[in-house]
């Protein structure tokens, strides 16, 4: 063979496309980066399992007993009885039942609206970036990482009802007499709905100041411009420009008041005379004290019912008005 013929051998047939580097197997590195990421489709599963595992074991699987157990009486030891829906009817039918679903909205309610305006006073009272705000806001915290059982011992010892206790003398100094606070049938649901107040406006602060950040400021020398004062910025500017934080903390306090228990429970455990009684208190004493297991479940899955279409409501709600 000649020189010329062995190069013409050596060249690549004409308009054939050079191959590609690649490992043998074939394939391109763009696929194999691909296959290889599907191959690892369970990793983030991995890492959620314990969690998850834990989720069904002490949440789901007791819903799921709960609802059961709504349809039956349960007899410890004995055997569970099937009833039907006559748990739901003992429950619905209850004159107690009633009187703790009007107590529970009357203080959820109460909660909502005053955690809710007074978290967002003192939002627009910390709003900035001083380190001395930080301090202030940081103190202003606390109520909400403070045990629920310290904060209503905190109250009892302030509700005091003699002339001498913490807010009586308060009372004292204006002239009022001394009250029974949580010891009084007409007071006790107001002192509740006031250490709920307490407890939750700092946490709709803090929830209120994030949502400041994203007003826009040209807003506000706009309306100042025009001659707007201080509350007609604050009404046409800020409550506008926060009308999705407001929904959602009106979703997040009004769960709140649906499940208020501790408070109640340490307080004044439904007393007295009833007056404080609330669904949550309710449920526990049919289940707990009177061994009404199948009844109380029934309460729990009432309320819970009522929670998710709560949420439901205000989520479409949510929606047409974003359209």
């Known amino acids: 063979m000649s020189l010329d013929q062995a190069e013409q051998a050596a060249r690549p047939a004409a308009g054939s496309a050079p191959r590609k580097a690649g490992r043998p197997g074939g394939g391109t590195a763009g696929g194999r ?16 399992a314990p969690a998850l595992i834990l ?5 789901f699987i007791p819903m799921a007993s709960a609802l059961t157990m709504s349809f039956q009486e349960v007899q410890p030891y004995l055997g569970n009885r099937w009833v039907g829906t006559d748990n739901y009817s003992t429950v619905l039918q209850s004159h107690g039942f009633r009187e703790a679903v009007w107590h529970t909205i009357v203080l959820g309610v109460g909660q909502t609206v005053g955690s809710m305006t007074l978290g967002f006073a003192l939002a627009l009272l910390m709003e900035g970036q001083s380190r001395r705000l930080g301090f202030v806001r940081s103190a202003a915290f606390l109520p909400v990482v403070v045990p629920m059982a310290v904060v209503a011992e905190l109250w009892r010892i302030m509700y005091h009802p003699t002339g001498d206790g913490m807010l009586n003398s308060v009372l004292g100094l204006v002239g009022a007499g001394p009250s029974g606070f949580i010891n ?5 649901m107001g002192s509740i709905m006031l250490t ?7 946490y709709d602060m803090m929830i209120f100041l994030a949502g400041l950040t994203s007003v826009d400021r040209g807003l506000y020398e706009a309306a100042r411009v025009d001659g707007a004062s201080r509350w ?7 409550v506008p420009g926060l009308r999705s934080v407001f929904s959602i903390l009106f ?7 649906l499940r208020v228990f501790t408070e109640v429970f340490l307080l ?3 007393g007295p005379n009833g007056s404080t009684e609330v669904v949550m208190t309710l449920i526990y004493k049919l289940g707990l004290e009177q061994n009404r297991l199948g009844v109380g479940a029934a309460g729990a899955v009432l309320l819970f ?9 205000v989520q479409l709600l949510r929606r047409r008005e974003s359209k």
């Open 33 to 48: 980066g691909r296959s290889r990421r599907a191959g690892r489709w369970w990793t983030p599963w991995l890492f959620l």
């Open 55 to 59: 989720f069904l074991y002490f949440k």
């Open 184 to 188: 009084d049938p007409d007071t006790s």
């Open 196 to 202: 709920g107040i307490w407890r939750g406006a700092p």
């Open 232 to 238: 007609q910025r604050v009404w046409y500017v800020t």
């Open 251 to 257: 979703i997040l306090a009004a769960i709140r008041g």
């Open 268 to 270: 004044t455990n439904g």
């Open 305 to 313: 019912v009522a929670t998710l279409i709560l949420t439901i409501v």
